[in-house]
């Protein structure tokens, strides 16, 4: 009987973390999780699963180390286990981006025609925004943004926008942002927003990459506004 070596036991370990990420769902969940910390109920709600269905997901997550999980009385409520689980999505888009042909056709097609535009990078929209330059569009549902937003977005759900469109400053530039680069709602709301004669552009990728590089996030705790 042979024992694995040391390097057998690491490429196991490594391919049970690939084999954890190997589901679309599993992966929608783990965006939903880069929001912010959530419960099962609301990311079951979210993504369309049952209950049980997303916490049999979630744990997969767990015991690869991708995300954590604690005890709210009787709820259990999860979040990402550190920023490292958004570096895999990003290496993960990016070859399947590179060497994936429907990927490539999806990019070049749904994803361009709605914005051929080059996005604003964090540092660009960070400067603008501190000089009154933009308007900082949160087209992500409520719940979502009182869990973090950008300083100052103002939310306006991409269902709602039609509506809402007098709440925007058709004089000044919009950047749009949502859940991270492969997020549809930025996509559809700069569109939109276009096809009405605004001056918009899209955030290179999201809230979770905006944390994560350690940029001022704004969250409503307690119906006050606290930097963190």
């Known amino acids: 009987m042979t024992s694995e070596t040391p390097k057998q036991v690491l490429l196991s370990a490594l391919a049970e973390v690939a084999k954890a990420i190997a589901h679309p769902h599993r992966l929608e969940l783990l965006e939903q999780l880069a929001q912010g910390e959530r419960g099962v109920e609301a990311v079951a709600e979210r993504t369309g699963l049952s209950v049980a269905n997303a916490s049999?997901?979630?744990?997969?997550?767990?015991?690869?180390?991708?995300?954590?999980?604690?005890?709210d009385g009787k709820f259990v409520r999860y979040r990402l286990a550190d920023d490292a689980a958004l570096d895999l999505l990003r290496t993960l888009g990016t070859v399947?981006?590179?060497n994936v042909a429907a990927v490539d056709r999806l990019i070049r097609g749904y994803f361009s025609e709605r914005d051929g535009h080059e996005p604003v990078t964090r540092e660009?929209?960070?400067?603008?925004?501190?000089?009154?330059?933009?308007?900082?569009?949160?087209?992500?549902?409520?719940?979502?943004?009182?869990?973090?937003?950008?300083?100052?977005?103002?939310?306006?759900?991409l269902l709602e926008l039609e509506s809402r469109l007098a709440e925007i400053d058709p004089a000044q530039e919009i950047v749009a942002y949502c859940r991270g680069p492969y997020?549809?709602?930025?996509?559809?709301?700069?569109?939109a927003l276009r096809a009405r004669g605004f001056s918009v552009r899209r955030l290179e990728d999201g809230l979770p990459e905006w944390r994560a590089a350690g940029l001022p996030v704004e969250t409503w705790a307690s119906g006050q506004s606290v930097f963190r």
Do not use: K, M, W
């Not at 049999?56 to 005890?71: D, E, F, M, N």
């Not at 660009?124 to 308007?135: I, K, Q």
């Open 96 to 98: 399947a981006e590179r």
């Open 124 to 157: 660009e929209l960070l400067e603008r925004s501190r000089l009154g330059l933009v308007t900082v569009l949160d087209v992500r549902p409520p719940d979502e943004y009182a869990l973090g937003h950008l300083p100052g977005a103002i939310n306006i759900p």
């Open 183 to 191: 997020c549809v709602l930025s996509y559809e709301a700069v569109a």
């Open 56 to 71: 049999q997901h979630l744990q997969q997550l767990r015991r690869a180390g991708l995300v954590s999980a604690r005890r």
